[in-house]
């Protein structure tokens, strides 16, 4: 069955540094992967989508994802965090039904 | 930039009552879906609907929800005796065409059952 595992239930880094959200993805097939950012009380945004291609994705607000295939990880990056990054992040797997299966989410706190 | 919408962005219902969730998917979108977040809790998935039938739905979406597309524009959630337990944020989503496509969400709307 398919399924997402976001290890990191909570990350705390400070404004300015870089971040890593960690994503490993269980799929028997090409996934199609995606990243999205709920702040609190707010819907879902979509940071990033990896369908096929160039493996290292660019998304908005500067973020990234590198797909690697032997690892079954997505993860997320971005290179100096602003504390209106501040939010829950999900990664998810589009699935072969077409529905999306999310993970549990990693919720981003920024130190001043 | 055409976007999915919710309505009400927020619920408050009795405990057995009726509830009926809103949704206007993108115009020219051929798949729907339901989704729901318990609070602190991950987005799971409840139905996908296409071409006026329910195409998947999960353990979740029991006898107690169904779906509707009444008039060609909006797509309903309905809960017909609400429970404590279904309180929680519902996200529609639409769908333009095939699995290569990107799933767009609506803002949500928050069921409160007392």
């Known amino acids: 069955a398919q399924s997402v595992t976001q290890p990191d239930i909570h990350i705390t880094v400070s404004e300015g540094a870089s971040l890593e959200l960690r994503c490993n993805y269980s799929?028997?097939?090409?996934?199609?992967l995606f990243w999205y950012v709920q702040s609190p009380g707010q819907g879902l945004q979509l940071l990033l989508k990896?369908?096929?291609?160039?493996?290292l994705v660019q998304g908005i607000k500067g973020f990234e994802a590198e797909f690697k295939r032997s690892q079954s990880s997505f993860n997320l990056r971005k290179p100096s965090v602003h504390w209106s990054d501040a939010a829950e992040y999900f990664c998810?797997?589009?699935?072969?039904?077409?529905?999306?299966?999310f993970g549990s989410g990693t919720r981003l706190s920024i130190r001043p | 930039e055409p976007e999915v919408t919710q309505t009400p962005s927020h619920q408050v219902t009795q405990m057995g009552q009726e509830v009926i969730l809103r949704c206007v998917p993108i115009?020219?979108?051929?798949?729907f879906y339901w989704y729901r977040q318990i609070l602190g809790q991950k987005v799971e998935f409840l139905v996908s609907?296409?071409?006026?039938?329910?195409?998947?739905k999960s353990e979740i979406f029991d006898d107690q929800f169904s779906v509707e597309r009444p008039d060609g524009s909006n797509f309903t959630l309905k809960i017909r005796s609400t429970k404590l337990e279904d309180s929680a944020m519902y996200f529609c989503?639409?769908?333009?065409?095939?699995?290569?496509?990107?799933?767009?969400f609506g803002p949500g709307t928050r069921l409160t059952v007392l």
């Open positions: 989503a639409s769908l333009q065409s095939g699995s290569l496509n990107e799933q767009f």
């Open positions: 799929y028997g097939a090409t996934p199609y």
């Open positions: 609907f296409y071409n006026n039938e329910i195409s998947e």
């Open positions: 115009s020219n979108h051929l798949y």
């Open positions: 998810a797997v589009h699935s072969s039904a077409s529905k999306i299966i």
């Open positions: 990896y369908f096929s291609g160039d493996t």
